[in-house]
């Protein structure tokens, strides 16, 4: 088991910056990647990015490349958001996968992941 508790979130402006942070523990040692996603109101829970070990390296979303960082360890992960605006807002979730890809599409499938955290709210302003 791998436990998984993010921090960080809150409410911001447009062009502001946030720092999500996701401590891990517990089996962290089976963990291959791992990443964020992200759920707003009335909508599916969306891939944001990943960061992976023995796979395709760090991985992003296309509606957030260029503007956040994913980067870290097996047992604390970080991401960077930078130039955030009102679309960006939903609870972020920290994940975790026990298994290897080589494609990086794969990491975009919530199911890939086995591990999850509680999420923590981003609200962006306009």
């Known amino acids: 088991q791998v436990q998984l508790v993010e921090s960080g979130g809150g409410s911001v402006q447009t062009g502001d910056s946030l720092r999500l942070s996701c401590a891990a523990s517990?089996?962290?040692?089976?963990?291959?990647?791992m990443g964020w996603f992200r759920q707003a109101p009335g909508k599916d829970r969306e891939f944001v990015a990943a960061?992976?070990?023995?796979?395709?390296g760090t991985v992003y979303a296309e509606s957030v490349k260029g503007r956040f960082t994913i980067s870290g360890s097996k047992t604390a992960v970080q991401l960077q958001m930078n130039s955030l605006s009102p679309e960006d807002t939903a609870v972020y979730y920290c994940?975790?996968?026990?298994?290897?890809?080589?494609?990086?599409?794969?990491?975009?499938?919530?199911?890939?992941?086995?591990?999850w955290g509680q999420g923590t709210q981003v609200t962006v302003s306009s």
């Open positions: 517990g089996r962290t040692f089976t963990t291959a990647a």
């Open positions: 994940a975790a996968s026990t298994l290897n890809y080589r494609h990086e599409n794969y990491y975009h499938a919530p199911v890939k992941y086995s591990y």
């Open positions: 960061i992976t070990w023995s796979g395709p």
